[in-house]
Structure formats: structure tokens, C-alpha cells
């Protein structure tokens, strides 16, 4: 895998099913069986994502199936019977190139389980999902130490190397710092590595 920072584009599912706005809900129901999605894109024209059809937009149907004809509780998407009809707009998308840190805090606050990704005019490019976002985290604990003494602890102004160990993700640094204001600078930078899960300061300072 290449090294921080990381973006979504590393991580994403480039191959991806998407519909177009006159898909029939069978046909949609279909698409998520087969896949092993919980939703699809909508796309207009060159690929543009205009929405996205979930699971959640298409149980309305079932969920009101027994209401009485012309009750105004019901939504409309109980007689949906397209994707135009039935999709979420406008889609919520990610950049290619933004952090993954962005896609998961996108995810979080929408609670969403995944994400079309788009170039700069809304184009589709792929789909990024929770668990793509957690690959990070599969990164072998040599490669995450390499980057940390190379990338953060190479760039500080000591005369002693600090130590560095990782163990299942877990970073632990050890040795002496010239200034205390450094110490919460260094966690930040080796907290900012991607496949990082934890650190153990064992830092000393003058």
C-alpha cells in the first residue's frame, strides 16, 4: 500500500454498479442482491452522480404497503417505482483525492455505510465504503515505524535519535526532546500516520 498521506482514491472500489434514473425498483432490488451493496448511484448524462438509491429509500414500499389509499402520512416513495422517484438528492459524495479522515467524518455524521466517490465536475469514479476506510489499519507495523522515523521524528531538531516500536499498530516512542512544547507536536504528527491505532509516550524532555 503507498505510504500517508493517504487518500480516498488508495482505498476506494473502483469497479462499481451504478443505475440510471428510469431503473425499475426490481430492477434496483436486484442490482443490491447481486452485489452485496446497501446502495447504488444515480447517474445522469457523461456519469454524473445526481443521487443514490438505498435499502432504506426502497422499504418505504413495504413499510406502507396495508396504509389506506390517499393517507397523507404516507411518503412518496411508497409508490416509487423508479430510481428517480426513489433516490436521495443531492448525493451525498466524496472527493477522490480528499483524506480518508474527511470520507470517515462525512460517514459519521451522516451515518452512512458508503460513499460514491467523484472527480471535480461530479463525475463517478468509484465507491469508497466503512471498510475500505479501515485498510489503513492492515498496514504492517514495519512500514508504519519507517514512516514515523523518517517522516516525523527525522524532522526534529535533536542531537539523540528518539526510539521508535510498534506492535499491532501501537506506537511507542522513547528518548529525550529538547523543548516540552515538542511532546504534544510529536503525538499529533505520529497519531496523524495512517494505520496508526495507539501511542505510548515514554518521552523525556530538557
Known amino acids: 500500500m503507498p505510504e500517508s498521506p493517504y487518500t480516498v482514491s488508495d482505498v476506494m472500489t473502483h469497479t462499481t454498479v451504478a443505475i440510471g434514473s428510469e431503473a425499475p425498483f426490481k430492477e434496483i ?3 443490491l ?7 447504488l448511484p444515480v447517474l445522469a448524462g457523461e456519469g454524473r452522480v445526481v443521487g443514490v438509491v438505498s435499502e432504506a429509500d426502497l422499504l418505504a414500499k413495504e413499510e406502507y404497503r396495508d396504509a389506506a389509499d390517499g393517507d397523507p402520512t ?6 416509487a417505482v423508479s430510481a428517480g422517484e426513489l433516490m ?4 451525498i459524495t466524496v472527493q477522490a483525492k480528499a483524506s480518508l479522515a474527511e470520507a470517515a467524518r462525512i460517514m459519521a455524521r451522516r451515518h452512512l455505510k458508503r460513499l460514491p466517490v467523484v472527480d471535480a465536475v461530479g463525475i463517478l469514479q468509484g465507491v469508497v465504503s466503512r471498510s ?5 489499519f492492515l498496514r504492517d507495523d514495519g512500514d508504519i515505524a519507517q514512516e514515523i522515523r523518517r517522516d516525523v521524528l527525522g524532522q526534529l531538531p ?14 511507542t516512542l522513547g528518548g529525550s526532546l529538547p523543548d516540552r512544547s515538542l511532546v504534544p507536536v510529536v503525538a499529533r ?9 495507539g501511542i505510548r509516550l515514554g518521552l523525556t524532555h530538557r
Request: zero cysteines; a negative charge; charged letters at 20%.
Open 88 to 91: 436521495s438528492t443531492p448525493a
Open 158 to 171: 535533536v542531537t539523540t535519535p528518539l526510539t521508535v516500536e510498534v506492535a499491532e499498530g501501537v506506537v
Open 132 to 136: 475500505d476506510l479501515l485498510k489503513v
Open 189 to 197: 504528527a505520529v497519531r496523524a500516520v495512517e494505520g496508526v491505532v
Open 33 to 39: 442482491d447481486q452485489w452485496k451493496v446497501s446502495a
Open 74 to 79: 404516507v411518503p412518496a416513495k411508497a409508490g
Open 29 to 31: 432490488v436486484e442490482l
